[in-house]
T-cell receptor, first 113, second 110 residues
Framework: DAGITQSPRHKVTETGTPVTLRCHQT?????MYWYRQDPGHGLRLIHY???????DKGEVSDGYSVSRSKTEDFLLTLESATSSQTSVYFC????????????FGDGTRLSIL | GENVEQHPSTLSVQEGDSAVIKCTYS??????FPWYKQELGKGPQLIID?????GEKKDQRIAVTLNKTAKHFSLHITETQPEDSAVYFC?????????FGAGTRLTVKP
């Protein structure tokens, strides 16, 4: 299994609070991604990173920000959580953007009440 | 939303039968097509992938076929076993990112 650790694995919080999810990799892959998974929608890209301090928006980026200060860590922040952001969040890594496989962590289940 | 359409959304087969899942993509420049298996409480795991310079790839009981003209690709699982029960996702590149199908829940009945 690819060395990807997501933390926390579960979190319950209240609307309006800030939330930060962490993804840590030990594979030294250049690309890192944050997805959300909701029933009937598959996996939707939130943001991705193509290097330290280099990030770009994905399909569903509104309400989310990211940071990557080290190769191994990619943080996803919900500045002011809303109930619509209740979801399962997956981090993925890859050596290439569209021609290499992505390897996924085991996810963070986030509930916003 | 997805630019990859995946069918069927659910599939139930008897143990030993074959299962086929089909995906259609929109970007004719796409050249890499992975398939993932996701078990409950886990992240998706890559099970097989194919590049656009080949039409078929096999790995034991699983195979993927690609029709670039029609822009569709399919996952074939033969001699299904109960442990094949999971959700399967296809993916295809679109621009600078990968787009995923909505998933197929496969149930293999003993």
């Amino acid at each position: 299994d690819a060395g990807i650790t997501q933390s926390p694995r579960h979190k319950v919080t209240e609307t309006g609070t800030p939330v930060t999810l962490r993804c840590h990799q030990t594979e030294n892959h250049r690309y890192m991604y944050w997805y959300r998974q909701d029933p009937g929608h598959g996996l939707r890209l939130i943001h991705y990173s193509y290097g330290v301090k280099d990030t770009d928006k994905g399909e569903v980026s509104d309400g989310y920000s990211v940071s990557r200060s080290k190769t191994e860590d990619f943080l996803l922040t919900l500045e002011s959580a809303t109930s619509s952001q209740t979801s399962v969040y997956f981090c993925a890594i890859s050596e290439g953007v569209t021609n290499q496989p992505q390897h996924f962590g085991d996810g963070t289940r986030l509930s916003i009440l | 939303g997805e630019n990859v359409e995946q069918h069927p959304s659910t599939l139930s087969v008897q143990e030993g039968d074959s299962a086929v899942i089909k995906c259609t993509y929109s970007d004719s420049a796409s050249n890499y097509f992975p398939w993932y298996k996701q078990e409950l409480g886990k992240g998706p795991q890559l099970i097989i992938d194919i590049r656009s310079n080949v039409g078929e790839k096999k790995d034991q009981r699983i195979a993927v076929t690609l029709n670039k003209t029609a822009k569709h690709f399919s996952l074939h699982i033969t001699e299904t076993q109960p442990e094949d029960s999971a959700v399967y996702f296809c993916a295809a590149p679109r621009g600078n990112d990968m787009r995923f199908g909505a998933g197929t829940r496969l149930t293999v009945k003993p």
